[in-house]
């Protein structure tokens, strides 16, 4: 056993020693634990050891200063490499990676997440850290405006993926020097080779073809890794820089290398013990890299004034995709608060944030992987991060958002153009899924106002909301139907309408909700009284307001939506009654059942089955019994 001191500056004769550390600690993790990845660490060893030796400017002792630099494993089964230099730094000792590596309760999980203060972002859905790595630095170059880097790790399988080739080119065009991707090409997946093997000219036309700066090394060469960092610690060109180093798989136990069959399996006791003798036996050096450069502190942010947030007058017809984009300029007063868009913003409104500030607002284009993952980075560094799209295209980016849930991150996303009520542009763009797929979210918080008035308070409320936020907004104008002073908190409700003999609870909520209100009329001039709910927050959901109606009106509840019937409100509502030990129930549930077409909204929603009179229709056979 050797050991050494914290130095700033390492000779490459220490950081061979270590990159022997970190293939010794990954074997000895996985084996401990029974389960893990130690040969998909050993290849990228030497990368780590040069990049955290030599050019990682990092406060271990301060995870949290501004000023540090940032690694991301995007490459996040590689957990065992990450934790193995953590031990090297001093922050986590031998007998945690040892006994708490895959261990229930234990903080070294599976794949890299935030409970580790030296972690940013969850990993280990593959394609994805390098598109988070994204958001970190544009929050370093264009807000926080700090020379830190942002190293990011990547494997060679997942660069099949779609998203990874989204941040190169987003990277690209925001001119992010100080983003370096460390692309471990060791040739083998799990099951087999990769499509491109160890054809580094491939992938150096692509990468060059997205913007970005390739240099090919030789992965297991520490002159030829440390040259590679030294060209890519230079910031001034304004191109991200990806090291496609070629490595082995495996690399330093002969039994293993450039072997198939290997990926995901630890080694067993024997193999182990001979795979450490190979590789010089146990060590436990501390070894640190630089420390940033200490910047004056700027004595924090000025204080913030209160969102003065628009006022509409009862009774207009406005969109609550433009109360939306009103209530985001309304709460950029905060300088937290930075908004993004799938180049759909003057549909979704956020186009006014971009005219009112313009230097927090960035554009994303058609790569909805990559507005999510931006927001995921921005928000890993403290911003107030909203990301707006069409409804349906959030579909393409779920595992984003799922992700985002893992990382503790908060996200406010907004979701237009929902539903059959969006008329002729038909199915492809109709958003009938989503409230569904936010729902799922652990923590989430999914919300459908009805009006201006709502809208503008719920986008408020989001800014300060924990977890992952949704709110879905409306095409068309409706009336507005609340003054501006009325409160709307997240997880309650408002009764539209209601009396002492009501007959039938109506619960819509967005364009439902008119078309319940209509109903109401229709049926009140039948002698039918009908209670109508407006259920703008669907997660959390009102259970006092709904358990209330139900009883009031003898368990007679008609919901309606302009969703698919899985998994939306009316799932929430009936979920919600049952739960709270509502056994008489009779529940009328409308909603979008067939596949739509083209149509005016009007033409669409009632084919749907969802306007006032099938609203009407099944109110009056739940009072009548039929």
């Known amino acids: 056993m050797t050991t050494d001191t914290v130095t700033e500056t390492n000779h490459l004769d220490t950081i061979a020693e270590l990159a022997a550390q970190l293939r010794v600690d990954s074997v000895r993790s996985s084996t401990s634990a029974g389960s893990g990845h130690p040969t998909s660490s050993m290849s990228a060893a030497d990368l ?34 990450l934790y193995s230099l953590f031990k090297a730094a001093g922050v986590v000792t031998d007998e945690e990676l040892m006994t708490g590596y895959r261990r229930f309760g234990q903080r070294l999980e599976g794949h890299p997440t935030p409970v580790l203060p030296w972690v940013d ?58 983003l370096v991707v460390m692309a471990d090409i060791n040739r083998l997946g799990q099951r087999g080779p990769t499509d491109i093997g160890w054809d580094l000219d491939v992938y150096q036309r692509r990468v060059e073809a997205f913007g970005a700066r390739a240099l090919v090394i030789d992965g297991h060469d520490l002159s030829a890794v440390d040259g590679a960092f030294a060209q890519a610690r230079d910031m001034n060109g304004g191109q991200p820089t990806v090291i496609l180093a070629k ?30 003798a190979e590789l010089g036996g146990e060590r436990h050096m501390l070894v640190r890299g630089p420390l940033p450069e200490k910047r004056p502190d700027r004595g924090g942010s000025a204080a913030t004034a209160a969102a003065d947030l628009p006022r509409y007058v009862v009774g207009d017809s406005v969109a609550t995709r433009k109360a ?36 927090r607002y960035f554009e994303m284009f058609i790569s909805e992987q990559q507005l999510v993952a931006s927001a995921t980075g921005l928000n890993a560094r403290g911003y107030k991060t909203f990301a707006s ?65 709502s809208t503008a308070a719920l986008v408020s409320a989001m800014a300060s909301n924990p977890g992952i936020s949704y709110i879905r907004t409306t095409r068309g104008a409706y009336p507005v139907l609340y003054e501006a002073q009325e409160a709307f908190a997240i997880g309650g409700s408002k009764v539209l309408r209601s009396s002492e003999g009501d ?25 039918i009284g009908a209670r109508v709910v407006d259920c703008y927050s669907v997660k959390p959901i009102d259970t006092a307001t709904l358990s209330e109606a139900a009883a009031a009106t003898s368990g007679r509840v008609v919901v309606v939506e302009d969703h698919h019937p899985e998994g939306g409100l009316g799932s929430a ?45 099944a109110a009056r056979r739940l009072v009548r019994g039929d």
């Not at 406060?59 to 000023?67: E, N």
């Open 48 to 81: 780590i050891a040069v990049l955290a030796g030599r050019y990682l400017r990092y406060d271990w002792d301060d995870p949290h200063a501004p000023q540090n630099d940032h690694l991301v494993f995007s490459k996040g089964h590689a957990s065992p490499l």
């Open 121 to 178: 972002v969850a990993t280990g859905s593959l394609g994805q850290g390098l598109p988070d790595g994204v958001g970190i630095a544009l929050s370093g170059k264009y807000l926080e405006h700090l020379p830190y880097r942002v190293w990011v790790l990547c494997g060679d399988s997942e660069l099949a993926e779609g998203s990874i080739w989204e941040a190169l080119d987003k990277a690209s065009y925001y001119k992010l020097s100080n």
């Open 247 to 276: 490595t082995i798989k495996g690399r330093g136990f002969s039994e293993v290398e450039n072997k198939e069959g290997w990926h995901g399996k630890p080694f067993p006791p024997d193999m182990a013990t001979r795979a450490i």
């Open 324 to 359: 939306y984009g009103d209530a985001l300029v309304a709460i950029g007063v905060d300088p937290r608060v930075v908004v993004l868009d799938a180049e759909v913003s003057n549909s979704t409104h956020a186009d006014e944030f971009k005219q009112a500030f313009p230097d």
């Open 573 to 617: 509502v009936m979920e919600c009654l049952l739960s709270n030990g509502r056994a008489s129930l009779h529940i009328a549930h409308l909603a979008v059942r067939g596949m739509p077409g083209s149509g005016t909204g009007a033409e669409l929603i009632a084919w749907a089955g969802i306007d006032a009179d099938h609203i009407a229709a």
């Open 389 to 453: 799209t069409f409804a349906a295209f959030f579909s393409r980016a779920f595992d984003f958002v799922r992700m985002g849930a893992i990382s503790g991150v908060e996200l406010r996303l907004s979701g237009s153009h929902c539903g059959v009520e969006i008329g002729a542009d038909g199915p492809s763009q109709m958003g009938l899924e989503d409230l569904a797929m936010m729902r799922t979210v652990h923590g989430s918080t999914v919300l459908y106002p009805s009006d201006a008035t």
């Open 503 to 527: 007959d039938v609870t109506l619960v819509g909520a967005g364009v439902t909700l008119h078309e319940c209100a209509k109903a109401a009329e229709l049926l009140a001039g039948e002698g």
